[in-house]
């Protein structure tokens, strides 16, 4: 078994970006009000390395700006305060956040002699009218140059996309998906649209000028997607804004914010494949499932819901669900 790797999160919110996206405000997403600075690094390493065990990693990993775009000298300052532990070993790796647009080779070469080992890039969405109606300043032709020189150049590539984006809808989102499969990154998070206050999107709604992107919709949604990135080998390590007090609090007024939003797309990907199995194969009314180990609880989902629907849509007594081995690049089995 692999030791567990510590991600060791530092907050630059807003650092580096030229505009504010419609959607956006980072210090109430992150919690984190201002900015970081070498000794909030230095802090952020030394108060988790000092519980580790012995055999565990863990990186250190920059989000919420754009990285690539603040100024050289304090992408620096960040950067060597966090050198020494690196190369002592205490952490094992670093990685950045930062936009498609604000990547060249001199920028991930910086990065590569200062031990950065994988970019995060917000795609957010690869159709230019839903970039351009939520202000995000590039285009999707910046996602594919920017995501082909970080792998070119041998840094790992995670790619960010949203759903429910102004003048997005679930084809388009699809399309999205399927785009950035092609360009074979290591991982994908997927964040469906939160309606924040203080940001434009609020205003917009507010208006009636723009439409939320229910819970629901986003489930719904989100378990497709999951499922095509998952055909494609490709894992999805992130489902949903993470949680936070300000958020949880009130700050989130409307949209796709749930705080285990992550495990009712993924519960609704297994029931998805349910159907599919019963809608094409023979099985008893006293029905047994058989799914990977420790997925019982996402194949039976929140409060039974998958169960009591399978139940009600094929005429079923009962619906058992144990661990098995499944099929190769399959969530469920008909065990009888």
């Known amino acids: ?44 390493i030394e108060s988790v390395i000092k519980w580790l065990p012995a055999d565990a990693s863990a990186e250190l990993a920059f989000y919420g700006g754009s990285f690539t775009a603040i100024p050289a000298e304090e992408q620096i300052a960040l950067l060597e305060a966090a050198l020494p532990f690196l190369r002592s070993g205490a952490i094992s790796e670093i990685r950045v956040s930062t936009r498609p647009d604000a990547v060249d080779e001199q920028r991930l070469k910086r990065l ?23 202000g995000r ?11 082909k ?3 070119k150049l041998g840094l790992g590539l995670i790619l960010q ?17 399927k785009k950035l499969i092609s360009l074979s990154p290591d991982g994908v998070r ?36 999951i499922t095509l990135f998952e055909e494609a080998d490709i894992p999805v390590i992130r ?4 949680p936070t007090d300000e958020l949880s609090g009130g700050e989130a007024a409307g949209g796709a914010y749930h705080p285990a939003l992550g495990e009712l797309a993924r519960s609704r990907a297994y029931l998805n494949c349910a159907r599919e199995l019963l809608s094409s194969a023979r099985h008893d009314r006293d029905l047994v499932l058989g799914v990977g180990r420790g ?14 629907a399978l139940i009600n849509e094929y005429g079923l007594n009962t619906v058992k669900i144990v661990e098995t081995e499944v099929p190769s690049g399959k969530k469920v089995a008909i065990l009888h």
């Not at 203080?198 to 205003?203: F, G, N, Q, S």
């Not at 229910?214 to 989100?222: I, K, Q």
């Open 239 to 242: 489902f949903g804004l993470n």
């Open 190 to 225: 997927i964040y469906p649209t939160v309606i924040i206050r203080d940001t434009a999107l609020y205003e917009l709604w507010e208006k009636g000028e723009y439409g939320e992107h229910s819970v629901e919709a986003a489930v719904d949604l989100g378990a497709r997607l």
């Open 112 to 134: 590569c002699d200062y031990g950065v080992k994988t970019v995060e890039l917000g795609a957010q969405s690869m159709d230019d009218e839903v970039l351009k109606a939520s």
């Open 161 to 177: 996309m949203m759903t429910g984006l102004p003048g997005d809808t679930d084809e388009k989102s699809i399309f999205t998906a």
């Open 1 to 44: 078994m692999k030791p567990k790797r510590h991600i060791i999160p530092v907050f630059v919110p807003h650092l580096g970006c030229p505009n504010d996206c419609v959607f956006c405000n980072q210090r109430k997403i992150s919690g984190k009000r201002e900015p970081a600075d070498g000794e909030t690094v230095k802090k952020a």
């Open 149 to 151: 020189l970080i792998k």
């Open 137 to 147: 300043g590039h285009c999707s032709a910046d996602t594919e140059r920017a995501a």
């Open 295 to 308: 997925c019982v609880s996402l194949m039976t989902g929140q409060k039974r819901s998958n169960i009591y």
